[in-house]
């Protein structure tokens, strides 16, 4: 079967001109959908798809220039992340090949359309497909993964000595990938640590994660130092669990949105910094919604979040996903209540993984994978 991979590519502004809006088929066969693709822009608007495809390579288009390939040969890629940063694109991806360990792996295209050698991240820390990637246009990039290399006793283990930990690691670049510090484990001090999220905010990048520690689950963020290393991360909330995280930057301060746990309950949160402080909000009525999906963007101090959903309640309605909307005026401190993004008349009609982005003139624009009676 052949499988390809098309993008709709326009003008994103407002709705009266999305009839402008033109299609894009980005690869010509062997697209793996199993693998998710990437889309990143450039500050001036060129866009840059990364996706897998049959054999496990990972390739990257521009509309207007042929295929490229990342990977090298006998080479897997698994967890690829694709990021711009102002003029600068970047890809990081977990390489794969038999015989050696995974390994985390980074290129970058910085100008004349050629991209950089592969660069070795990091494989001793046995990496996992949880990739995160966040920079801007000064040359500043971060990498965060997930790895569940054994930790040594007296180290902050969280399993007998030699068995595997999960733990969060990263590393850093001020010179758009061309040297970087040391990988550095950000949950030490914690029993284990999962899901990352990782944005820029203020000239400095912030990571977010869910650890466990003496029985208890929290969120902690850790930020990038004045060197290239990361300050120790520090508990923001005890929560029960969380299932997705999210981070921004709004008010040049990082906000976080996560989707958590507590006694068979969901609840939706958020955590913004204000004066060295955090300030969380818990999303009334957000127990309705057993979230799939969330995507998160800011512009100053107004914020935009979209997330799929069903009910939590059996009874409540249908079991089928729909798109829905929160935005906030104050950065993150509140929010508005939340509502569908549009009207469902039919039960059939199912709408998963929504993307939300800001166009020229500020104006939210939500995508998202639309589906109606069968």
Request: aromatic share 10%; glycine share 10%.
């Amino acid at each position: 079967m052949v499988r390809s991979l098309m993008l709709a590519a326009g003008l994103i502004v407002s709705p009266l001109l999305l009839a402008e809006v033109s299609e894009w088929r980005v690869s010509s066969d062997s697209f793996n959908p199993q693998q998710t693709p990437r889309l990143a822009v450039t500050r001036s608007g060129r866009p840059y798809v990364a996706y897998g495809d049959q054999t496990g390579r990972l390739l990257v288009r521009h509309p207007d220039a042929s295929t490229q390939i990342l990977t090298e040969p006998r080479a897997r890629a698994a967890g690829a992340v694709l990021d711009a940063c102002g003029e600068h694109i970047y890809a990081a991806w977990l390489d794969g090949r038999p015989g050696e360990p995974p390994a985390v792996k980074l290129r970058a295209l910085q100008g004349g359309g050629a991209w950089s050698p592969p660069v070795l991240l990091d494989a001793v820390s046995r990496p996992l497909p949880r990739i995160r990637l966040a920079g801007d246009a000064e040359g500043q990039v971060s990498v965060v993964w997930l790895g569940d290399a054994p930790i040594a006793a007296g180290a902050g283990a969280s399993a007998p000595d030699g068995t595997s930990s999960y733990h969060l690691y990263a590393r850093r670049s001020r010179d758009g990938g061309q040297s970087w510090g040391d990988v550095q484990r950000l949950t030490a001090g914690f029993d284990l640590g999962f899901w990352p999220a990782l944005s820029m905010a203020a000239g400095r990048a912030h990571v977010f994660a869910d650890v466990r520690q003496a029985g208890e689950t929290l969120v902690v963020h850790a930020q990038s130092d004045d060197a290239l290393g990361w300050t120790a991360a520090e508990p923001i909330k005890t929560v029960g669990g969380v299932l997705l995280i999210a981070a921004t930057e709004a008010h040049e301060e990082p906000l976080v949105v996560w989707l958590g746990t507590y006694g068979g309950q969901y609840r939706l949160e958020s955590a913004a910094r204000r004066d060295g402080e955090w300030k969380t909000y818990d999303f009334p009525e957000s127990d309705r919604y057993d979230i799939g999906s969330m995507d998160l963007v800011a512009r100053g101090e107004h914020v935009y979040r979209v997330f799929s959903a069903r009910s939590a309640r059996q009874t409540d309605q249908s079991r089928k996903n729909h798109v829905f909307f929160t935005r906030s005026s104050d950065g993150g401190l509140s929010w508005e209540p939340i509502r569908p993004f549009r009207r469902y008349p039919f039960d059939t009609t199912q709408a998963n993984f929504p993307q939300i982005a800001l166009g020229p003139d500020e104006r939210p624009v939500v995508a998202w994978n639309d589906y109606r009676n069968l």
